[in-house]
Every structure is written in C-alpha cells, then in structure tokens.
C-alpha cells in the first residue's frame, strides 16, 4: 500500500476494494488481449510453468502478508486487555489513599481510559493519530505525578501498602499504555502491500491471458476465485488496521466493560 494510503488513514478501510478493483480490471484486460492474440494469431502458447512461478510467488507473499497481519491483531488485543487490567488494579488500589487524592486518582484514571477508547476515533491520517497520542501520554504523566505525590499523603496505616503495591502497578500501567502507543504505529513496510498489489494484478492479467488463449472461460469459477479473493484481502487489512475495519465496540471491549463498572 502506498505511503499515501497509510498516511490517509480514512481510506483504509477501502483498501481491499482498491486492491480488489485492480485485480478486476487487470483479468479482464489480460482476457481482452488474449481473444485479440487468438484472433490476429494462429498459434498462441500459455507457458504454464511461468505462470505458475507467478502464481505460487503471490500465494507466497499473500501468506506471509496475512501470517504478519495475523500477528500484529494478537499482539494488540494482548496489549488492550494488559491495558484494561492494568487501569482496574491502579483504580482499585487508589483505595490506599486519603479520599481527596483517591478521588483525583480515579478520575484521572476515568479520563485516560476515555482517551484510550476514542484514540482511533475520526482519524485521517496520522498526525490525528499522534495528537491522540500526545494526549494520552500527558494524561498518562499526569496520573504518575499524582500518585506519586498521594503515596506521601497516604494515612499511615496504609502508606506501606500504597507504596508496596500501588506504586509498582503504576509503573506497569505506565509500561504497557506506553507499548501500545508505539505498537499503534507498527505495520509492515509499504513496499510489501506495493508488491503484493503487483503480483496480485500481474497474476489476474496471466488468469485473463490463459482463459482467453486456451477458450476456458469458466465465470462460475472466475467469480468465486474473486470473491475468495476480495474477502481473503478484507480479513487481511481487517486484522492489520482492525479500529478501521472492525467493529469498535468489539475493539474495545474490555475497556468497555471496564467503563460499566466504574460508573
């Protein structure tokens, strides 16, 4: 995919129609130029070795495109459920704290998990991304800089426990909130979506080429390979920008069942 693809982040969620397009228009340019071949020729050869090199080549990339994508869904529902987990231990252990600090805590905590839910909400291109970043990491400061000054408040009987367990789970929030910013931004090189947008559109125009030379058009088979197709791209850019294909709601949740609980 284009680095303008990726840095428009509102026409992610057209990728795989874009990719499915091309792949329409390249097989039946590859057809229309086949009829013409087998009429302006009299002896027209498919060399089927060649085009099953291409063939196995895209399967080749589509896979490893896919396992990646794959990959990269896991590691960020691992890391909103780390998230979620670690807002609920810090928010219950905020009870450590005097009222007026316990207060602050919590609502500090209720903003950033606000921030955290709509961070992927109406982008369009990501520098939007980076300034919901750049708010969250401020609430994120924010929220340290008050518990670490509310420990030193802390009623005696429980400014041990505050400082033996609330502190070290705060630094795990901090830890895995500061993963998933990074994480956010992880995707594959462009010039790998670039070649398997290549081999794709080069393999329909061999598909269109080869059914036309040899006068196998079966369409009942063409349009199911470009179904299998279009949905095998649709699952693939779904698991790799999952806030713009997905469900949100479904993204979010933990964070959602989190919110339930806190109101």
């Not at 929030?173 to 398997?196: C, M, S, T, W, Y």
């Amino acid at each position: 995919m284009p680095n303008y693809v990726e840095n428009q982040l509102n026409i992610v969620q057209y990728a795989p129609q874009i990719f499915f397009a091309s792949i329409l228009v390249f097989l039946l340019i590859g057809w229309i130029f086949g009829r013409y071949r087998t009429r302006t020729s009299e002896h027209v050869v498919v060399r089927d070795s060649l085009a099953t090199a291409i063939f196995g080549l895209s399967a080749l990339v589509l896979g490893f495109t896919f396992s990646n994508a794959t990959e990269h869904y896991d590691k960020r529902i691992s890391l909103i459920r780390d998230q979620a987990y670690a807002l609920k231990q810090v928010y219950q252990s905020s009870n450590y704290l005097n009222t007026t600090d316990r207060i602050t805590v919590q609502n500090t905590l209720k903003q950033i998990l606000i921030q955290r839910m709509s961070k992927y909400e109406n982008l369009q291109k990501m520098d939007d991304l980076d300034s919901h970043n750049d708010a969250l990491a401020k609430s994120l400061n924010t929220l340290n800089e008050e518990i670490n000054q509310s420990i030193g408040r802390a009623p005696v009987s429980t400014k041990n426990l505050a400082d033996a367990i609330l502190r070290p789970q705060l630094t795990n929030l901090l830890d895995v909130f500061q993963e998933g910013i990074l994480n956010g931004k992880r995707h594959p090189p462009a010039i790998i979506d670039r070649f398997l947008f290549a081999l794709l559109s080069i393999g329909a125009l061999l598909s269109g080429y080869s059914m036309a030379v040899k006068k196998e058009e079966d369409w009942f088979l063409t349009a199911l390979y470009l179904g299998l197709i279009w949905f095998a791209l649709h699952v693939i850019f779904a698991l790799e920008f999952p806030h713009q294909l997905q469900d949100p709601h479904f993204m979010n949740a933990d964070f959602i069942k989190l919110q339930k609980v806190w109101q």
